[in-house]
């Protein structure tokens, strides 16, 4: 693996946490099954939506739009 500073003077103490970073995501991804998915973030997994419900019409049904009830 080759780290190429292109822009500033990092001291060794900065370029040795930027390199642990880069080596822990690379163990990670390669510690992962081949066709497994990567990971999904929370707000976007579908067991979310089934938690919330949707306003129900009715007066000032307007302003709990958008607010969690």
């Not at 190429?4 to 946490?17: F, S």
């Not at 642990?20 to 099954?33: E, F, K």
């Not at 998915?37 to 976007?44: H, K, L, Q, V, Y």
């Amino acid at each position: 693996m080759t780290i190429k500073v292109v822009r500033g003077n990092p001291t060794p103490e900065e370029l040795a946490a930027a390199l642990a970073v880069v080596r822990a995501r690379a163990a990670a991804a390669a510690a992962q099954p081949s066709g497994a998915e990567p990971p999904r973030a929370a707000w976007s997994a579908p067991a979310r939506l089934v938690l919330r419900t949707l306003p129900q019409p009715g007066l000032h049904s307007w302003a709990r739009a958008h607010w969690p009830a």
